[in-house]
């Protein structure tokens, strides 16, 4: 359902975009990640607007193409502390007060590693 693209390695400071392409339209998209050690965490997510969980406010930009069905993560200035894997999430039937609980989706991509060097 769901494939992630766009990961790789990075110095603190640089630029990445994240991709996921989903086979059908889904109604609420979300980016977390997981870094080694740590819980999955939210990092952002769209339904009729975007939400961002505060350590990447201003850094990090979710936006969707529904002609192509994929929704991406612009990431900029980041920081070391950003080095995870992060994955994508979609549902149809999420309620919109749970939109940054993982549980709340019920498609996942595969994840791709975003490492940031200091």
């Known amino acids: 359902q769901l494939q992630a693209s766009g990961g790789g390695l990075v110095q603190a400071g640089g630029s990445l975009r994240l991709s996921c392409a989903a086979s059908?339209?889904?109604?609420?998209v979300a980016w977390f990640r997981q870094a080694p050690g740590k819980e999955r965490e939210f990092v952002a997510a769209?339904?009729?607007?975007?939400y961002y969980t505060d350590s990447v406010k201003g850094r990090f930009t979710i936006s969707r193409d529904n002609a192509k069905n994929t929704v991406y993560l612009h990431m900029n200035s980041l920081k070391p502390e950003d080095t995870a894997v992060y994955y994508c999430?979609?549902?149809?039937?999420?309620?919109?007060?749970?939109?940054?609980?993982?549980?709340?989706?019920?498609?996942w991509g595969q994840g791709t590693q975003v490492t940031v060097s200091s």
């Open positions: 059908t339209h889904t109604t609420a």
């Open positions: 999430a979609a549902s149809n039937t999420l309620i919109l007060s749970t939109i940054r609980e993982g549980s709340a989706y019920n498609y």
């Open positions: 769209f339904r009729w607007r975007e």
